[in-house]
């Protein structure tokens, strides 16, 4: 069945430096994958998407890699701020077809110290 | 980025009575909208695909009697949650694609806390 881990439940780092959230998955190739935020008793918001054939993706502080071959995609935020913590989800399209569902991982919440 | 809203955002019910919990696209037209439910420290779980004008697609695991959804037009789903326990206590989310545009990304509700007593 399809897996997704990611890999860690807590990222503690100091303001300025760049926060790097790891995503693994297995037993599926995922069409895209998708990286979301969440803040405590909220719905995730969306924030990057990146297809098979593509290997990094940026928007502003953010940088997504995803490499098919390791199954794995990184999530960096760079110069990161406190108004960064919150815990990031990542998820992957589900394999069966084109539903548009959903598969996510337990998320790693980050905590970015002043 | 298109808004999907939730009512209510937080419930508090009896055990044996059932809960209605609405999921709007406020700025789109939704053909499918998703249900997930979420319990403390963990993840998003897939509850069940809701298509506008038929019936719901649930995940396995899912008691479609026990979660009622319907989705009577383009932007409306209601989820209902049955003769409630306290083991259905959790924070319930709905999502929506907006078809136009063009891309696979998820716009999630703010989410309903409901509390069975």
């Known amino acids: 069945s399809q897996k997704i881990e990611q890999n860690s439940e807590a990222l503690n780092i100091q303001e300025g430096k760049t926060a790097t959230l790891t995503c693994n998955y297995t037993?599926?190739?995922?069409?895209?994958l998708q990286w979301y935020r969440q803040d405590p008793g909220r719905g995730p918001v969306f924030l990057l998407l990146?297809?098979?054939?593509?290997k990094e993706k940026r928007k502003e502080r953010l940088k997504v890699t995803f490499d098919t071959t390791l199954k794995q995609s990184l999530f960096h935020i760079t110069a990161s701020q406190p108004a960064d913590s919150a815990t990031y989800l990542c998820a992957l399209a589900s394999s069966s077809g084109n539903t548009g569902k959903l598969i996510f991982g337990q998320g790693t919440t980050l905590q970015v110290k002043p | 980025g298109a808004v999907v809203s939730q009512h209510p955002s937080w419930v508090i019910c009896k055990s044996g009575t059932s809960v209605k919990i609405e999921c709007r696209s406020l700025?789109?037209?939704?053909?499918?909208m998703f249900w997930y439910r979420q319990f403390p420290k963990q993840s998003l779980m897939l509850m069940a695909t809701s298509n506008e004008g038929s019936k719901a697609t649930y995940e396995q695991g899912v008691e479609k009697d026990k979660f009622l959804i319907n989705h009577a037009s383009l932007t409306l789903s209601t989820l209902t949650v049955t003769s409630a326990h306290p083991e259905d206590s959790s924070f319930y989310i709905c999502?929506?694609?907006?078809?136009?545009?063009?891309?696979?990304?998820?716009?999630f509700g703010p989410g309903t806390r409901l509390t069975v007593l």
């Open positions: 037993n599926y190739s995922p069409a895209y």
């Open positions: 700025d789109f037209q939704a053909t499918t």
């Open positions: 999502s929506a694609r907006d078809p136009l545009a063009g891309g696979n990304e998820q716009f």
């Open positions: 990146i297809r098979e054939n593509e």
